[in-house]
């Protein structure tokens, strides 16, 4: 197991992902918790090996479909949530409380986060994640290679619909690991129910907004910026982190992590609305533009179409069912870039200023001072 160092130490990571290498956000969290990063990896790996054998044990063909459950799970990352939970855990208690009981909890939202990405690849109908095809792609291209019988595509589907559902599965099984009083695994199970809870409403929320999107604003674009991303991105897992280090939630430190998550996570998604548009397809591992091409109503394109001219308006309206190219030129004349720009700019001011006044450990601050800046001015 990796020590519990906050920065430092040559441990070995996950390896970088094309475009990862030169990844602010990868190399901030290289520079303050790589440890943590190798150490969340390993206990994956070793909680994952254990399971897979186990259902390899009901039927071969189980622990193929397990196996491409562990491969969603180790593959790439930054690891960026459970990265944020542990600075909520070490925020609050301090250099000195040793890491490993607290362990399974930060990797359990690794788990997580998989069964809400390869869900989310299956509603939005992404080919790639990461640089590689994504779950429901690579299990329509095992079924044609096996040459089963039936529609590949919507075995795909459905089978990425039962990985993401095991890795549910899996985060709660992991969370009962931790070793922490029992009373307080309570209490971190309350935050964690409610991160989930709240993820789920914002995926239905960005669902909703793409089949409604006459009824859409710049308000609701934002609403599923915080349900969706910020809340169990950032801000649940700082508060979840808080949680298990036994930090109730009527407590300053933790009214401060909420500003800061909240802050943080919205800036986050509104630099992943522009990434969708603008950024480089070999750092972002996926197709520019497709965002534009579903007509997703983010923040951005609400943006663009509140601010725009008349005449603007109607050259957006156009261009909807044309070239992305030149959907996203437009996006720029109406200022919608320039204005993301700044309610970026503004939020991680406001986190940084919830940090200022927080009781929170000095290199604690320091790390979310570094993450807030990397996490929301990053390529990937």
């Known amino acids: 197991m990796a020590n519990d160092a906050v920065a430092g130490n040559a441990t070995r990571v996950a390896p970088a992902e094309p475009g990862e290498r030169d990844d602010p956000v990868r190399a901030v969290l290289?520079?303050?918790?790589?440890?943590?990063?190798?150490?969340?990896?390993?206990?994956?790996?070793?909680?994952?090996?254990?399971?897979?054998?186990?259902?390899?044990?009901?039927?071969?063909?189980?622990?193929?479909?397990?196996?491409?459950a562990r491969d969603a799970v180790l593959v790439g990352g930054k690891r960026i949530r459970s990265t944020f939970a542990y600075w909520g855990w070490r925020g609050a208690v301090g250099g000195a409380e040793a890491l490993p009981p607290v362990l399974p909890a930060l990797a359990a939202?690794?788990?997580?986060?998989?069964?809400?990405?390869?869900?989310?690849?299956?509603?939005?109908?992404?080919?790639?994640?990461?640089?590689?095809?994504t779950a429901h792609v690579a299990l329509a291209e095992q079924h044609i290679a096996a040459g089963h019988r039936g529609d590949p595509g919507r075995f795909g589907e459905?089978?990425?619909?039962?990985?993401g559902d095991l890795c549910m599965v899996w985060a709660d099984r992991?969370?009962?690991?931790?070793?922490?009083?029992?009373?307080?695994?309570f209490e971190v199970r309350r935050c964690y129910d409610q991160m989930r809870v709240e993820t789920v409403a914002g995926q239905y929320l960005d669902v909703l907004g793409e089949n409604d999107p006459?009824?859409?604003?710049?308000?609701r674009a934002l609403r599923v910026a915080r349900y969706k991303t910020a809340s169990y991105t950032v801000q649940r897992p700082l508060l979840y982190g808080a949680c298990l280090a036994g930090v109730p939630l009527d407590d300053p430190l933790a009214s401060a992590y909420t500003r800061y998550g909240l802050a943080v996570?919205?800036?986050?998604?509104?630099?992943?609305?522009?990434?969708?548009?603008?950024?480089?397809?070999?750092?972002?591992?996926?197709?520019?533009?497709?965002?534009?091409?579903?007509?997703?109503?983010?923040?951005?394109?609400?943006?663009?179409?509140?601010?725009?001219?008349?005449?603007?308006?109607?050259?957006?309206e156009r261009a909807a069912d044309g070239p992305v190219d030149r959907l996203a030129e437009l996006l720029v004349e109406t200022g919608a870039v320039t204005r993301v720009e700044r309610m970026i700019a503004e939020?991680?001011?406001?986190?940084?200023?919830?940090?200022?006044?927080?009781?929170?450990?000095?290199?604690?601050?320091?790390?979310?001072t570094g993450l807030a800046t990397a996490a929301t001015n990053r390529r990937a």
């Open 214 to 219: 006459a009824n859409w604003s710049v308000d």
């Open 30 to 68: 290289a520079a303050y918790t790589q440890d943590l990063i190798a150490a969340v990896h390993e206990t994956l790996s070793t909680f994952l090996t254990t399971e897979v054998d186990t259902l390899t044990e009901i039927d071969a063909s189980m622990g193929r479909f397990a196996s491409a």
């Open 109 to 133: 939202l690794e788990l997580l986060h998989t069964f809400a990405l390869v869900h989310d690849d299956v509603m939005d109908a992404s080919t790639t994640r990461r640089g590689r095809p």
């Open 174 to 185: 992991l969370l009962a690991q931790a070793t922490v009083p029992s009373a307080r695994l």
């Open 158 to 163: 459905a089978v990425a619909v039962l990985i």
């Open 347 to 368: 939020r991680v001011s406001d986190a940084l200023a919830a940090l200022d006044a927080a009781p929170v450990d000095r290199t604690a601050r320091t790390a979310l």
């Open 265 to 316: 996570g919205e800036a986050f998604q509104l630099r992943d609305d522009l990434l969708g548009v603008y950024g480089d397809p070999a750092a972002t591992g996926k197709p520019a533009g497709d965002d534009l091409r579903t007509g997703k109503p983010t923040t951005l394109l609400m943006l663009a179409r509140e601010l725009a001219t008349s005449a603007q308006l109607r050259a957006l």
